[in-house]
């Protein structure tokens, strides 16, 4: 059984979905953000920020693949492979499929799509 289905209690699941499709989720990234370099600072110490900074950029590339996930075709083979994994996570089963940016977190949490069954 993968963490990311273990970690995750179903109404924590409806509410963080809920926000996701009815796009309210920056009225919380803000917050969140900055509960983050608050932990890291208390963690670090002055190392946090450019610690921060280097989460604070992976976000932002995990959120723009998403949202190019969700609203472009994508013309490359590794694009279309990023979208058509995606997209089984919302179409297919949704307990499936989290790595937006990429599927290794996928592989490292048990939690990789299955295949379509050829017809």
Known sequence: MGLARVTQRPDDIALIRSRHRDGKDAPVSIPLAALFLGAFWLILG???FPVFGGFLLGYLFYDYTHYYVHHFVP???FGKRLREHHMRHHFQDHRYGYGVSSPIWDVAFRTLPRKRNPR
């Open 46 to 48: 002055d190392a946090a």
């Open 75 to 77: 013309r490359t083979k």
